[in-house]
């Protein structure tokens, strides 16, 4: 029986610290249940850059499963079986911020979430450190959305293929020139724009926008067409690492239960 094939991958601007090799190793050696594991780096100066690269291998070479794990965070390995346990599309582990004090946590729970039987909490956006995508998401945000193609080749000697910008950075909203895009597409199809509507449209500069991070950013799109993205609650916190410890204990552990679900505290963990 053909296992499906699992691709771990690590985006690196420096190299990779020596706890995250010690989680490594052990995991190349007793590999994942059920899934043929292939590992793969990726450096450069940009995260975002890294991280399509990153997906581009995965849909390109004819990947499963892509889990996308952060060289500075720590008990990954350990959970890894039980981030590929759970049949949904997109899901990842928490953790926060590298900051003292009560955590700033990673994730936006969706308005009116609760955490399920496993664990789950539906969310808007996810930092993704330790994020579990099905590459038939990637497959269908690329085929469904063509403007963000783009044709690139390495080196000047190379074939050129067709790339997608899944982790792209900048500002959103009805002010940037995408949302004024989007205006103008959606006026254009109901037949109620004027030409000066339109030049007014592409030129002006309405309200402002917000700027998003990658891992959001990925996030909006994938919700936009049509995935569901999940927190695992249950498996625990990541150490998120830093130059200096970032201890969680029980008092610091805190939620605000009217944002969606509740984060169980350290014992229930």
Same mark, same amino acid.
């Given at each position: 029986?053909?296992?499906?094939?699992?691709?771990?991958?690590?985006?690196?601007?420096?190299?990779?610290?020596?706890?995250?090799?010690?989680?490594?190793?052990?995991?190349?050696?007793?590999?994942?249940?059920?899934?043929?594991?292939?590992?793969?780096?990726?450096?450069?100066?940009?995260?975002?850059?890294?991280?399509?690269?990153?997906?581009?291998?995965?849909?390109?070479?004819?990947?499963?499963?892509?889990?996308?794990?952060?060289?500075?965070?720590?008990?990954?390995?350990?959970?890894?079986?039980?981030?590929?346990?759970?049949?949904?599309?997109?899901?990842?582990?928490?953790?926060?911020?590298?900051?003292?004090?009560?955590?700033?946590?990673?994730?936006?729970?969706?308005?009116?979430?609760?955490?399920?039987?496993?664990?789950?909490?539906?969310?808007?956006?996810?930092?993704?450190?330790?994020? &579990?995508?099905?590459? $038939?998401? !990637?497959? =269908?945000?690329?085929?469904?959305?063509?403007?963000? *193609?783009? @044709?690139?080749?390495?080196?000047?000697?190379?074939?050129?293929?067709?790339?997608?910008?899944?982790?792209?950075?900048?500002?959103?909203?009805?002010?940037?020139?995408?949302?004024?895009?989007?205006?103008?597409?959606?006026?254009?199809?109901?037949?109620?724009?004027?030409?000066?509507?339109?030049?007014?449209?592409?030129?002006?500069? &309405?309200?402002?926008? $917000?700027? !998003?991070? =990658?891992?959001?950013?990925?996030?909006?799109?994938? *919700?936009? @067409?049509?995935?569901?993205?999940?927190?695992?609650?249950?498996?625990?916190?990541?150490?998120?690492?830093?130059?200096?410890?970032?201890?969680?204990?029980?008092?610091?552990?805190?939620?605000?239960?009217?944002?969606?679900?509740?984060?169980?505290?350290?014992?229930?963990?």
């Amino acid at each position: 029986m053909k296992l499906p094939r699992l691709l771990i991958a690590t985006p690196l601007r420096e190299g990779a610290s020596s706890n995250y090799v010690k989680e490594l190793v052990p995991l190349i050696q007793k590999g994942v249940p059920g899934f043929d594991v292939h590992t793969l780096f990726i450096s450069g100066p940009s995260v975002n850059f890294a991280r399509n690269e990153i997906a581009f291998h995965a849909f390109n070479e004819g990947f499963d499963e892509l889990v996308q794990i952060d060289e500075d965070l720590m008990h990954w390995e350990r959970y890894l079986p039980r981030l590929m346990s759970h049949n949904v599309d997109i899901v990842a582990g928490i953790y926060c911020k590298k900051k003292l004090g009560k955590p700033t946590w990673l994730f936006t729970p969706k308005p009116g979430a609760t955490v399920d039987a496993d664990g789950l909490l539906e969310v808007n956006g996810v930092a993704t450190g330790f994020l &579990r995508t099905k590459v $038939r998401v !990637l497959r =269908e945000m690329m085929e469904t959305n063509p403007d963000r *193609r783009f @044709a690139a080749k390495a080196h000047e000697g190379d074939p050129t293929t067709v790339r997608f910008d899944w982790f792209p950075m900048g500002p959103v909203g009805a002010g940037t020139a995408e949302g004024r895009l989007d205006a103008i597409r959606h006026g254009l199809a109901a037949r109620k724009l004027t030409i000066e509507q339109v030049e007014e449209l592409a030129n002006g500069v &309405r309200e402002p926008g $917000r700027l !998003l991070g =990658e891992d959001y950013y990925f996030c909006r799109e994938a *919700r936009r @067409a049509g995935f569901r993205i999940f927190v695992d609650l249950g498996m625990g916190i990541l150490p998120h690492l830093g130059t200096a410890p970032y201890p969680i204990t029980n008092d610091m552990v805190t939620y605000d239960p009217n944002a969606g679900g509740a984060l169980p505290t350290a014992e229930e963990i």
